[in-house]
């Protein structure tokens, strides 16, 4: 399990932060701090014992007592072997900049859908687990591949597997039909399977771009289209 530890002074968020984390396979909350300091506390704390120790920081930026950065920096100072991702409202490209070169792996903009969270803390765990299977790294296509795993798609909350690329050309036929568009018959379209297919009008019904619309006049269940929303 990928214990976590999640910095953040606002209590409500922090607790709907836990209850993210709570919900995903493979990570577990292994403390909340709302103040720098406590956050120092649980981190010198979690070092005694392997099964107390943090792996990851869910780190906002805005803290009461310290900046987020700084914390950071003294942390890496003090040796403590741990992940770091940052979660704020912060959109500073000088900020941004600052978090790369202090360590920080994954910087997540607020406010942000579950799905977002998941697809980070996803990409977070991929990366471990490619360091995890051996001490050492084969080729540099291992280590392109460890640093790929951190990088998700550009289109928030987009699954593995699915491309950008892909679901612009999807929209567009979809918005272009003038009617309903099912899975099979994009399948056939796009020469890809029915479930990619489905995938692709579920991302884009579930993002609020397309409705879900049976489709009547064939024998048995009725057939599930998909309707561009204007």
């Known amino acids: 399990m990928i214990r976590v ?20 396979d493979g990570f577990e909350v292994g403390g909340v701090a709302h103040t720098g300091a406590e956050a120092v506390r649980l981190l010198k704390a979690s070092l005694g014992a392997e099964a107390e120790r943090i792996d990851l920081i869910l780190l906002d930026m805005n803290l009461p007592d310290i900046d987020g950065l ?3 920096r003294r942390i890496r100072a003090g040796g403590v072997d741990v992940d770091v991702i940052a979660i704020t409202a912060v959109r500073s490209a000088e900020v941004v900049r600052a978090s790369i070169a202090a360590g ?20 977070y765990r991929d990366f471990r687990s490619l360091f995890a299977q051996s001490p050492t790294v084969a080729s540099q296509r291992d280590v392109d591949g460890a640093f790929a795993a951190l990088r998700t798609s550009n ?13 612009n050309s999807v929209s567009t036929l979809l918005a272009e039909s003038g009617g309903g568009v099912s899975a099979r018959e994009l399948a056939e379209e796009i020469r890809a399977s029915r479930v990619t297919a489905r ?25 599930v289209e998909y309707r561009w929303r204007q």
């Not at 977002?116 to 990409?123: H, M």
């Not at 009008?201 to 009725?222: C, F, N």
């Open 104 to 123: 920080i792996v994954q910087y997540l903009i607020k406010p942000f859908t579950f799905g977002v969270f998941t697809d980070k803390l996803t990409s």
């Open 70 to 72: 700084e914390l950071c």
């Open 155 to 167: 289109d928030p909350g987009l699954g593995k597997g699915l491309s950008p690329e892909t679901l």
């Open 5 to 24: 530890l999640i910095v953040e002074d606002e209590v409500i968020t922090a607790e709907a932060h836990a209850l993210y984390v709570a919900r995903l």
């Open 199 to 223: 995938r692709y009008l579920e991302y884009l019904a579930d993002s609020g771009r397309a409705d879900r619309v049976p489709r009547y006049g064939t024998p048995g269940r009725p057939e």
